[in-house]
């Protein structure tokens, strides 16, 4: 079946450092990307869609200049939490879609962000 | 504003039962419906994907149905076993240009020996 891998599986680091989750489809091409996040013992959120070479489209809500999305091609979308906060610590999911309706959503494995 | 909600948030239950999950949705314009699994700091498993003109998907000793009309679907898992226990997510999958799946609020099962 379709993989998506995500990397990396875990950050720790310091209040202010901006960190990078790569999304990698690695068997088919993803149009659309999606990036979620978890609160513990909660539902995902969706934060943003990105389609290959246009802007994402962000959810109400998520500020589109500290989580920085960039889908440069068919099968990558990285993630960047700029100035990363400890309210910024969370589990991030990205999946990858072959852009039509009927087909269904891949999932990575998740980023644990833990941002001290 | 779509909302998927499932019913019970956690189950406990002993090994070798049959359980049904319960998903339940507010806006019946969707192109489908996915059940996941997520184990614990996992991330997403997608075990079935039923089509907006589908009734149900099988895969083993799962078995989901959905009924659009009542905004309704359910997950039958046949004779639980230990390796079960998770949460369980369902998500519908919008129509429109965004195509936007929302999640329900989960399901935690314990499969008990």
């Known amino acids: 079946g379709a993989v998506v891998s995500q990397h990396p599986s875990r950050v720790i680091c310091k209040s202010g450092t901006s960190v990078k989750i790569e999304c990698r489809s690695l068997?088919?091409?993803?149009?659309?990307m999606f990036w979620y996040r978890q609160f513990p013992k909660k539902s995902l959120m969706l934060m943003a869609t990105s389609n290959e070479g246009s802007k994402a489209t962000y959810e109400q809500g998520v500020e589109k200049d500290k989580f920085l999305i960039n889908h440069a091609s068919l099968t990558l979308s990285t993630l960047t939490v700029t100035s990363a906060h400890p309210e910024d610590s969370s589990f991030y999911i990205c999946?990858?879609?072959?852009?039509?309706?009927?087909?269904?959503?891949?999932f990575g494995d998740g980023t644990r962000l833990s941002i001290l | 504003k779509q909302e998927v909600t499932q019913i019970p948030a956690a189950l406990s239950v002993p090994e070798g039962e049959n359980l049904v999950l319960n998903c339940s949705f507010t806006?019946?314009?969707?192109?489908?419906l996915q059940w996941f699994r997520q184990d614990p700091g996992k991330g997403l498993t997608s075990l079935l994907l039923i089509q907006s003109s589908q009734r149900e998907q099988t895969s083993g000793r799962l078995n989901a149905s959905l009924d659009k009309s009542s905004g309704r679907s359910t997950l039958y898992i046949a004779a639980s076993q230990p390796g079960d226990s998770a949460t369980y997510l369902c998500?519908?999958?919008?129509?429109?240009?965004?195509?936007?799946?929302?999640f329900g609020t989960g399901t935690r099962l314990q499969v008990t020996l």
């Open positions: 068997d088919f091409q993803a149009t659309t």
């Open positions: 999946s990858a879609s072959g852009g039509l309706a009927n087909q269904p959503q891949h």
């Open positions: 806006d019946s314009a969707i192109y489908n």
């Open positions: 998500a519908v999958r919008h129509t429109g240009t965004a195509s936007k799946l929302t």
